[in-house]
């Protein structure tokens, strides 16, 4: 059991590290540095020297994925994905372009979003283990038959007449 747990927090870091990745590239496919800086200057009659300086002050005047001009190490560490994302990792999430801190950000709308998540949660998982011990009990009578033969065979005709 032990080994099983390590195994799938193992396979956990990849698939993390991918989303962080993606989410990452989706990010700046649709925001570019110029166009972040463009909205924190204020839309209208910035100048590109101000946006230069906004980028090299935020760190955004760096390669995004890989840094050619770099040595070793430097060229995945000299990049704007692994200064912004490698911290997260270890749950330092720093700053936000405008200052706020986002991990008490993250704590101040956690509590609301658990209070509405949670109940859902419990409720939902009393219902499925009610109905897993209640097919247990009736097991070989017309109800589980019903459930074999109709349960999933039902839900996929009536979706279709949907």
Known sequence: ????????????????????????????????????????????????????????????????????HAEGVRKINDTIFFQKS????AFDFGSSNDGRNVAREIQTRMLPSLAIALPTFLIGLLIYITFALLMTLFRATALDTWRVNCGIGCLSRAMRAV
């Not at 490698?86 to 990792?89: H, K, L, P």
């Open 86 to 89: 490698a911290r997260m990792f």
């Open 1 to 68: 059991m032990i080994a099983y747990l390590i195994r799938r927090i193992l396979y956990a870091i990849p698939i993390l590290i991918g989303v962080n990745l993606l989410t990452f590239s989706l990010f700046f496919v649709v925001n570019t540095a110029d166009d972040m800086a463009r909205m924190q200057l204020g839309m209208k009659r910035v100048t590109p020297e101000a946006i230069e300086k906004w980028k090299q002050q935020h760190g955004y005047d760096k390669p995004l994925l890989f840094n050619a």
